[in-house]
């Protein structure tokens, strides 16, 4: 069975960081370029960051540029979202996705897979 399961949301304070990981079974990742993506209560779905395959490429939304890291370790079969200088407005479920291209473009209806997403919270 194909899977994406995100991990590692929680709680945290303004300022702080959280690292989340999307880990693949029952297929490999480095043939998929990744984006994550997140959904605040009341809104729309929308694109955080995408990585290639290769790792060479990425892309970020301007909402988090320069706070949010995205990488890859293809050995591990795993992508990660470093989260630092969280704000209130990052609150939302982050959901990781694949799409069978190997250059970082992730528009969100053309993802080929989803996981079922993780709650981040950012609150005093």
């Known amino acids: 069975q194909l899977q994406l399961v995100e991990s590692g949301g929680g709680l945290v304070q303004p300022g702080g960081s959280l690292r989340l990981s999307c880990a693949a079974s029952?297929?490999?990742?480095?043939?998929?370029?990744i984006g994550w993506f997140r959904q605040a209560p009341g809104k729309e779905r929308e694109g955080v960051s995408c990585?290639?395959?290769?790792?060479?490429?990425?892309n970020y939304a301007d909402s988090v540029k320069g706070r949010f890291t995205i990488s890859r370790d293809n050995a591990k079969n795993t992508v990660y979202l470093q989260m630092n200088s969280l704000k209130p407005e990052d609150t939302a479920v982050y959901y990781c996705?694949?799409?069978?291209?190997?250059?970082?473009?992730?528009?969100?209806?053309?993802?080929?897979?989803w996981g079922k997403g993780t709650l981040v919270t950012v609150s005093s």
């Open positions: 996705a694949a799409r069978i291209v190997n250059f970082a473009s992730c528009p969100r209806v053309g993802m080929n897979y």
């Open positions: 990585i290639s395959t290769s790792g060479g490429s990425t």
């Open positions: 029952g297929f490999t990742l480095d043939r998929y370029a």
